[in-house]
């Protein structure tokens, strides 16, 4: 059974930095892409960014380039989103994806946890 949780939300200052991990179990980790999404009070989910099964290829949605950085660790099953400068409009409910098809075709999800951006 694919298990997904994500741990390191939280509330951060206007131009603050949060880490956001997802430990993965149930699935052979280092074959899946990984991915994270959010969403905003509202707003549609939305792709953030994906990280290949071996860690050789990132995508990251515009509006976080210079910002975030995606990283996995196969060894340990966990991936990470590392929020840098970040801001009100990053305030969302963050999750974990399994992705199966490059680069926004996620077919798992973890619970989601909430990052909030004050000003």
């Known amino acids: 059974q694919v298990h997904l949780v994500e741990s390191g939300g939280g509330l951060v200052q206007l131009g603050g930095s949060l880490r956001v991990s997802c430990a993965a179990s149930?699935?052979?980790?280092?074959?899946?892409?990984m991915g994270w999404y959010r969403q905003a009070p509202g707003k549609e989910r939305e792709l953030v960014a994906v990280i290949s099964w071996s860690g050789g290829s990132i995508y990251l949605v515009d509006s976080v380039k210079g910002r975030f950085t995606i990283s996995r660790d196969n060894a340990k099953n966990t991936v990470a989103l590392q929020m840098n400068s970040l801001k009100p409009e990053d305030t969302a409910v963050y999750f974990c994806?399994?992705?199966?098809?490059?680069?926004?075709?996620?077919?798992?999800w973890g619970q989601g946890i909430q990052v909030t951006v004050s000003s």
């Open positions: 994806a399994r992705v199966r098809n490059w680069p926004n075709n996620a077919d798992y």
């Open positions: 149930g699935f052979t980790f280092e074959s899946y892409h």
